[in-house]
């Protein structure tokens, strides 16, 4: 059985990690808003596999990377970089060729 001292500390240092991950987590839910803070759970599968590989020296295997490759393009999707960044590209091809429409519409 754990002396009373060993006890004392697990839930001192319980308390202390507990309280603290309350403050950080709405100092970030504050500046970043509901939908980004959430995206952070999104995280917690791949770094424990990241963290086991490293740590534990576990081996990865390929079907974890294509988890990886999953969370980070649903992470994209959802924080909506992805989607911005294809219209952007987009706008820019139909941009860039305004002279081969012109001569398009010229023609007919």
Same mark, same amino acid.
């Given at each position: 059985m754990p002396s009373a001292a060993t006890i004392a500390s697990v839930l001192a240092i319980a308390a202390f990690s #507990? @309280? $603290?991950a309350h403050v950080v987590y709405f100092r970030i839910?504050?500046?970043a808003? @509901? #939908?980004n803070l959430l995206l952070v759970t999104l995280l917690v599968p791949a770094t424990s596999v990241a963290l086991g590989a490293l740590v534990l020296s576990?081996? $990865?295997m390929a079907r974890q990377l294509v988890g990886?490759? $999953?969370i980070a393009f649903g992470l994209a999707?959802?924080?909506g970089r @992805?989607?911005?960044a294809t219209m952007l590209r987009l706008r820019k091809f139909e941009n860039a060729r305004p002279s081969a429409r012109r001569a398009s519409s010229l023609k007919t």
């Open positions: #507990t @309280a $603290l839910f504050s500046g808003g @509901a #939908t576990e081996r $990865l990886f490759a $999953l999707f959802i924080d @992805a989607p911005k």
